[in-house]
Nanobody
Framework: VQLQASGGGLVQAGDSLRLSCVASGRTVSRYSVGWFRQTKGKEREFVAAIGRDSGDLYYSGSMWGRFTPSRDNAKNTVYLRMNSLKPEDTAVYYC?????????????????????WGQGTLVTVSS
């Protein structure tokens, strides 16, 4: 599966933004899709994820309540809704996908869990 992330941009603190991750080549519902972010010089950080089939949602504790993943199977797209954005949310955001993994529930937040990655979309939040 190929992933294309988009929707980033320059926003002000307190604004909302929705990122999109469009899948091609395979049906996105067959994959668990995670969102990660990365700033210069830092490791990639888990943000949120949505599980395959059941659509279970997984969150980073620090972003719980502000960031919500969702899926539109008809559009073969996974979204990340980001509310109440803060300057520290500035980063390149990546979507990533993995097929069935029996231990996904305990490894959803690990970069190594995911097999396919999109190219990233930059989100800049000004104060």
């Amino acid at each position: 599966v190929q992933l294309q992330a988009s929707g980033g941009g320059l926003v002000q603190a307190g604004d909302s933004l929705r990122l999109s991750c469009v899948a091609s080549g395979r049906t996105v519902s067959r994959y668990s899709v995670g969102w990660f972010r990365q700033t210069k010089g830092k490791e990639r950080e888990f943000v949120a994820a949505i599980g395959r089939d059941s659509g279970d949602l997984y969150y980073s504790g620090s972003m719980w309540g502000r960031f919500t993943p969702s899926r539109d199977n008809a559009k073969n797209t996974v979204y990340l809704r980001m509310n109440s954005l803060k300057p520290e949310d500035t980063a390149v955001y990546y979507c990533a996908a993995v097929g069935f993994k029996s231990n996904y529930d305990t490894n959803y937040d690990k970069v190594a869990t995911y097999e396919y990655w999109g190219q990233g979309t930059l989100v800049t939040v000004s104060s």
